[in-house]
């Protein structure tokens, strides 16, 4: 009896040590994880912050008429102008067909 009960205290053991490598590689690949995913965090609100910064940039007209200038655009005479409007009937037709056409 006493045979029998050791072999099965060292069964229980060793499937215990094994549950717990198991457990510790898991943790360390889970810690991995989660510092790879905080560094493509740290990364987007870098690209969030630029593009922010670019947005605020833009926002002024005046310097986005300066922008288009040193690309070589030319403003725009009234009679060259077109003003396009949405009628009612066109946004009702379009909330009827739930956008489609």
Request: hydrophobic letters at 45%.
């Amino acid at each position: 009896m006493n045979a029998r009960r050791f072999w099965i205290f060292s069964i229980i053991i060793c499937l215990l040590f094994i549950g717990l490598v198991y457990q510790t590689t898991r943790y360390a690949a889970l810690r991995a994880e989660v510092r790879e995913l905080e560094r493509s965090e740290m990364d987007l609100l870098k690209v969030c912050r630029e593009l922010d910064a670019n947005i605020a940039k833009l926002a002024n007209l005046e310097s986005i008429e300066r922008a288009a200038i040193r690309r070589g655009m030319k403003v725009a005479a009234p009679e060259q102008r077109i003003i396009v409007t949405e009628t009612q009937e066109q946004k009702a037709s379009e909330v009827s067909n739930n956008g489609r056409k």
